[in-house]
Nanobody, 117 residues
């Protein structure tokens, strides 16, 4: 089993920054993909950014140039640096870890990000 523990959400004004962290523990394969997804009320969950063990990244178009995903493979931790936040970034953000494609797919409990003045 794998456990994911997120931290770093909160309330921020438009234009502000937040950094999310997600620490994974348990039976983790050496090759995996970690990422962040988000879900706003009434919307489907959507991919925000993902990063593989070797550092390949993928971003949603809506966050390119504003968000940066990174990871520490020793600590099995993934980070999401969010800059220039907009009200439309408001959502619950979920950490994800998957291995062998989607054969093993785990989610964190979510952390709320609210962008409002």
């Amino acid at each position: 089993q794998v456990q994911l523990v997120e931290s770093g959400g909160g309330l921020v004004q438009p234009g502000g920054s937040l950094r999310l962290s997600c620490a994974a523990s348990g039976s983790i394969f050496a090759i995996n993909t970690m990422g962040w997804y988000r879900q706003a009320p009434g919307n489907q969950r959507e991919m925000v950014a993902t990063v593989t063990t070797i550092g390949s990244t993928n971003y949603a178009d809506s966050v390119k140039g504003r968000f940066t995903i990174s990871r520490d493979n020793v600590k099995n931790t993934v980070y999401l640096q969010m800059n220039s936040l907009k009200p439309e970034d408001t959502a619950a953000y979920y950490c994800n870890l998957r291995m062998r494609g989607y054969e093993f797919n785990y989610w964190g409990q979510g952390t709320q990000v609210t962008v409002s003045s």
